[in-house]
């Protein structure tokens, strides 16, 4: 059972849908005592980092993440999820969950045909190996929506980039946690097979 994480941050119905395409049972909680008894969760979300931080903490779910990440327990970060894992966000200039050191940033683009938010399918590049990023191939595309993208301190936490008018973290992980700045559950069959290999994730970089 995957416990999705509602904390008024939208898109949280989507992902319960693309679990259920691949026979993954989800259930959406705000309660963070159902949080902390969760085999597996899945942290998504679109919008501000402000307003997401001020409704965690109101609920206490920031304190079920980061002792649910503390446990070991097996967590997927999605877009939003993506970004306040880190220390802080230039959006808002917000201090974030620091579940792994970094922070996120916004694009800097000096192609004005380049337009933010980044919006649309992309290439996702591998940059080391990680069980959720198996069979993904040169070429492979995943959508985005986005105008911030997460910056870790470690290149080591770095699994996969994409590119707009640069290259930026496309994918971050660190131990029992891999996020994604792009949305499985909207990028068709390579999106929902992430989804399936999470559901068989045990939390370690070996299976």
């Given at each position: 059972m995957i416990?999705?994480?509602?904390?008024?941050?939208?898109?949280?119905?989507?992902?319960q849908r693309a679990c259920a395409e691949v026979g993954v049972q989800a259930i959406v909680t705000s309660d963070p005592t159902t949080v902390a008894k969760a085999e597996k969760i899945i942290f998504p979300g679109v919008g501000a980092a402000p307003s997401a931080m001020e409704y965690l903490k109101k609920t206490g779910l920031d304190v079920a993440l980061?002792?649910?990440?503390?446990?070991?327990?097996?967590?997927?970060?999605?877009?939003?999820g993506a970004q306040i894992i880190l220390d802080s966000s230039e959006e808002g200039n917000q201090k974030c969950l620091g579940l792994v050191a970094g922070k996120t940033v916004r694009f800097r683009i000096r192609d004005k045909l380049l337009k933010i938010p980044h919006m649309g399918w992309n290439e996702v590049k591998a940059v080391q190996p990680?069980?959720?990023?198996?069979?993904?191939?040169?070429?492979?595309?995943?959508?985005?929506?986005?105008?911030?993208?997460?910056?870790?301190?470690?290149?080591?936490?770095?699994?996969?980039?994409?590119?707009?008018?640069?290259?930026?973290?496309a994918a971050l992980g660190s131990r029992n946690l891999f996020a994604m700045q792009f949305h499985?559950?909207?990028?068709?069959?390579?999106?929902?097979?992430?989804?399936?290999?999470?559901?068989?994730?045990n939390g370690t970089l070996t299976g």
């Open positions: 416990t999705i994480i509602d904390y008024n941050a939208g898109n949280i119905k989507s992902v980061v002792k649910a990440f503390e446990g070991g327990i097996p967590i997927l970060g999605i877009c939003l990680h069980p959720l990023l198996d069979g993904i191939q040169p070429g492979d595309e995943f959508y985005f929506v986005h105008s911030y993208y997460p910056q870790p301190a470690d290149k080591k936490d770095v699994y996969a980039v994409s590119s707009h008018g640069g290259d930026f973290c499985p559950e909207k990028s068709g069959p390579l999106g929902l097979q992430i989804l399936e290999r999470f559901a068989r994730w």
